[in-house]
Nanobody, 113 residues
Framework: EVQLVESGGGLVQPGGSLRLSCAAS????????MSWARQVPGKQRELVAT????????HYANSVKGRFTISRDNAKNTMYLQMNSLKPEDTAVYYC??????WGQGTQVTVSS
């Protein structure tokens, strides 16, 4: 059974940082492209960042480019999203995705003073 478990969300002030983690199991993580997406209630889910199976290539939404960094540790079956210079508009539930097919339960990120 595929499992994706996000963690690391929380409340942070504007300009602050958070690091999200996604622990994966039930599939061959090292062979899978992975992504982070986010969703605000009433809006469509937005793709934030993607990373290839070997971590060699990444892609970011324009809204987070230069502030967020996606990475992975294939030895630990874990993906990360380092989020710096956070803005109130980054407030959302952040989801981990595997190969475009599987989703985690999400972790809430709230940026507010």
């Amino acid at each position: 059974e595929v499992q994706l478990v996000e963690s690391g969300g929380g409340l942070v002030q504007p300009g602050g940082s958070l690091r999200l983690s996604c622990a994966a199991s039930g599939f061959t993580f090292s062979s899978s492209a992975m992504s982070w997406a986010r969703q605000v209630p009433g809006k469509q889910r937005e793709l934030v960042a993607t990373i290839t199976s070997d971590g060699g290539r990444t892609h970011y939404a324009n809204s987070v480019k230069g502030r967020f960094t996606i990475s992975r540790d294939n030895a630990k079956n874990t993906m990360y999203l380092q989020m710096n210079s956070l803005k109130p508009e980054d407030t959302a539930v952040y989801y981990c995705n595997a190969e475009g097919n599987y989703w985690g339960q999400g972790t809430q990120v709230t940026v507010s003073s």
